[in-house]
Every structure is written in structure tokens, then in C-alpha cells.
């Protein structure tokens, strides 16, 4: 599965929306870009996910590009409860699929 | 409609012990994988069973080994613990499509 980039941490103003980016350069064809979430000392949640078209569910968007080495995860009027550390995985998706975690991006909703 | 469950919660084992723990995925998912999170470090892939076998494992040991059960359930074993074992263990189980894998909150395992 192809690597991830992450910044290390964010900061966000409580209400205003959050941008998370993530490159994966060497994403290839048949790999979706997921993003999970962990709140802390809980399992992760997922999010979303997409393959080359944007995306958007209650809890987010997902913005990728056109050549699909990079995307943003939005999450339009973020929360304190939005606070948690963000990861961002490309994964092939079939029958034995794994995730393979990076570090994440450590999101602080500020008040 | 019930998550993935895990149990214990947590555990408290001494080293050269052995460890059972116990996961039940989201109804009506057949796919169960676990994962290990040493504290201030993402998941890592420990192994994934599908009908009862394993299909997929990560670079961990054999001291680490599972079961599945025909209700999909699973179990994770860890033997001769280490003091390096002490972490949070995932189980997140997926269904028909495989395209998204839901978690369980964890069992936090303290090897002394």
C-alpha cells in the first residue's frame, strides 16, 4: 500500500472548518484514500472514503485530486469534540485488505 | 444494532503469562482484524480471519495467534508476554463490500 504524509498537528477555531491535508504520491490505481479518527484512548472511527471522485457524508468531506496524490478531509464547523488525532490511509480494497497507520495529524479544536 | 465489542476492558498480566482476549464484530460482518497501538504510535496490523482462518498477517511473532469462530467472533492470544506487549488491542471486523473496517474500542493490556 502507498505511504502517507501528514503534518504532525493542526490547530482549529471552534466553528470554523477544518482542513486536513494528506499527499500520497505513489497511490496507485486501484487504492482508495480512507480517513479514521481516534478520540483519545478510544478505537478509531471511521470517517470517509473515496477513489477519485470528492465525497461527502454527514461527518465530512473529502477533497481529492485530480491525480490523486493528494486530498484534504474537511470537517465544516468543527467542535471541541472534534478533537482527536486524524489518519489518513491509502488501501487496496478487497477481501484481506490491512490498514496501515502513520502517525496521524493531531487536531486541536480550540474554543 | 451492536459495534464491534471487545472484552476484558482492560488486564493486568505478568511477564511469561499467557493472555486471551475476546472480540464480537458489528452484526452481520464475517471479517475480523486485529491490530496492536503501543501508546503514542498509530495501530499496527497484527492479523485479519476470514471463514474461520487467516488470511493475512502482519510482522508479528507466533507467540501472537487467533481464532475464529463459526459465529465470526474471535479471539486474539498472546503467549509468554513481554513487558513490550503493554498496549491497546484493536479488533475491527468488516462485511460483504470488505470496503470499510469498523473498530472496537480496544482492550488495554499492562504486561508488569
Known amino acids: 500500500d502507498a505511504k502517507t504524509t501528514q503534518p504532525p498537528s493542526m490547530d482549529c477555531a471552534e466553528g470554523r472548518a477544518a482542513n486536513l491535508p494528506c499527499n500520497h504520491s505513489?497511490?496507485?490505481?486501484?487504492?482508495?484514500v480512507y480517513w479514521y479518527r481516534q478520540i483519545h484512548s478510544q478505537g478509531p472511527q471511521y470517517i470517509i472514503h473515496?477513489?477519485?471522485n470528492n465525497e461527502t457524508n454527514e461527518m465530512a468531506s473529502l477533497i481529492i485530486t485530480e491525480d490523486r496524490k493528494s486530498s484534504t478531509l474537511i470537517l465544516p464547523h468543527a467542535t471541541l469534540r472534534d478533537t482527536a488525532v486524524y489518519y489518513c490511509?491509502?488501501?487496496?480494497?478487497?477481501?484481506?485488505?490491512?490498514?496501515?497507520f502513520g502517525g496521524g495529524t493531531r487536531l486541536m479544536v480550540k474554543p | 444494532d451492536a459495534g464491534v465489542t471487545q472484552s476484558p476492558t482492560h488486564l493486568i498480566k505478568t511477564r511469561g503469562q499467557q493472555v486471551t482476549l475476546r472480540c464480537s464484530p458489528k452484526?452481520?460482518?464475517?471479517?475480523v482484524s486485529w491490530y496492536q497501538q503501543a501508546l503514542g504510535q498509530g495501530p499496527q496490523f497484527i492479523f485479519q480471519?476470514?471463514?474461520?482462518?487467516?488470511?493475512q498477517r502482519g510482522n508479528f511473532p507466533d507467540r501472537f495467534s487467533g481464532h475464529q469462530y463459526p459465529n465470526y467472533s474471535s479471539e486474539l492470544n498472546v503467549n509468554a508476554l513481554l513487558l513490550g506487549d503493554s498496549a491497546l488491542y484493536l479488533c475491527?471486523?468488516?462485511?460483504?463490500?470488505?470496503?470499510?473496517?469498523?473498530f472496537g474500542p480496544g482492550t488495554r493490556l499492562l504486561v508488569l
Open positions: 475491527a471486523s468488516s462485511g460483504d463490500n470488505k470496503e470499510t473496517q469498523y
Open positions: 505513489t497511490i496507485s490505481g486501484n487504492e482508495y
Open positions: 473515496g477513489l477519485k
Open positions: 490511509i491509502v488501501s487496496r480494497t478487497y477481501a484481506g485488505n490491512m490498514l496501515t
Open positions: 452484526s452481520g460482518h464475517d471479517t
Open positions: 480471519y476470514y471463514e474461520e482462518e487467516e488470511r
